[in-house]
């Protein structure tokens, strides 16, 4: 039986024309989203190119983490194409995507609600992750892509994500100037702690649910990584808790969302807020998101530069590396809001050793 249950399918092309959904996809109704639609937050679009963009990034980073950019330098063409690119993949066959399969323990690969780690509020729905690195280490973002799809569905996507993630990182690091700048540490110190990035691609293909008071698409949680850039199609979904209830994003054309994680929370000493989202699905149409979240080297020190602490600051979390909150999030821990907290009261149960060797 057990077996037999294992063998279910997320098949999206079934699943979202059902009236019924399987029960391990039903949230308790505490958590999923309420009749009424989410009232809409109101953001500014903050242009990169102007002269308060340090004020404003600053202020959004402080309340809820949260903000859209435009005159970003992303060409609108690549955008485009990164979106055609995911409904490729996401429309063939389930046979073909599973050559790509995730494995338990692996933060790449495809995945969807069945074939994760857990059995109860699993998401609806399927994701492609991939790595990729800025100092080049490793296999890059079109290799890999390649390797798993092969010739006839990896080449294109591989060399239009490789593109994708290039553009990304740069711009991760542009923003990583602004931030620094607002913090007052200075415009160089992120981007060098930056620099060689070793970044996480994920696509999210939200199907048509036809119960989507009932479930979610992604749950409540804070990202885990350092920055999140995140393009939305014009469908809407995207939520964010801002004063004490989910508010939803509206898509706009062009614009790119951007959110603080966990660990530029703790980078900055606690001052900029980790920002508390999920997104919610419809009954009408499939959703798509395409989300790059900025990560440090694998063991680099995670710490907030001296200009944050002081005796009115103390620090507000140990240091720790990429690599174990990551594999916190991988091995012991679902993310959610509490992420990081968890992470740390983890982390200060556990023998040091490994952390001080990573640190010298
Ligand atoms: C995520 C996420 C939201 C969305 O992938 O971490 O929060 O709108 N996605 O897809
Ligand atoms: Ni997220």
Redesign the pocket.
Same mark, same amino acid.
């Given at each position: 039986m057990v077996q037999q249950q294992q063998q279910v399918v997320f098949d999206a092309a079934v699943l979202s024309g059902e009236t019924d959904i399987p029960s391990q996809f039903i949230w308790p109704p505490d958590e999923s989203p309420s009749p009424e639609a989410a009232e809409e937050l109101d953001v500014p679009l903050i242009d990169l190119g102007a002269d308060e963009v340090v004020r404003l990034v600053g202020d959004a980073c402080q309340s809820h983490g949260f903000f859209l950019v435009v005159n970003h330098g992303i060409d609108a063409a690549l955008l485009e194409e990164a979106h055609r690119c995911m409904d490729a993949f996401f429309t063939l066959p389930l046979a073909e995507k599973q050559r790509a399969q995730r494995r338990a323990g692996d933060s790449c690969g495809y995945a969807s609600g069945f074939t994760g780690r857990f059995a109860s509020k699993l998401p609806w729905?399927e994701?492609l992750s991939f790595r990729y690195s800025a100092a080049g280490g490793g296999e890059g973002v079109a290799e890999y892509l390649l390797r798993k799809l092969g010739e006839e569905h990896g080449r294109r996507l591989g060399e239009v994500y490789e593109r994708y993630c290039g553009e990304m990182s740069r711009l991760s690091l542009e923003l990583m100037e602004v931030l620094g700048e607002s913090l007052g540490v200075g415009r160089g110190h992120f981007r060098r702690f930056f620099e060689r990035n070793d970044s996480i691609m994920?696509l999210?293909y939200?199907p048509a649910c036809q119960r989507p008071l009932e479930t979610l698409?992604?749950g409540p &949680?804070c990202?885990p990584t350092s920055l999140?850039i995140?393009h939305?199609d014009n469908v809407g979904?995207?939520e964010v808790w801002a004063e004490g209830r989910w508010r939803s994003i509206r898509p706009r054309t062009g614009a790119l969302?951007v959110n603080v994680g966990d660990t530029f929370m703790a980078l900055s000493n606690g001052r900029y807020r980790s920002c508390l &989202?999920?997104?919610v699905v419809n009954s009408r149409a499939a959703?798509r998101?395409l989300?790059f979240?900025l990560c440090p080297e694998m063991d680099r020190v995670v710490r907030p530069p001296g200009e944050l602490v002081d005796d009115d600051n103390p620090r507000e979390y140990p240091d720790f590396t990429w690599r174990a909150l990551l594999d916190f999030t991988q091995r012991h821990y679902r993310a959610d809001m509490r992420t990081l907290q968890a992470f740390t009261d983890w982390l200060q149960r556990q023998p040091q050793p490994q952390l001080q060797a990573a640190a010298t």
């Open positions: 729905k994701t994920r999210n939200y698409g992604t &949680h990202d999140t995140l939305q979904g995207l969302v &989202h999920r997104a959703r998101s989300a979240f």
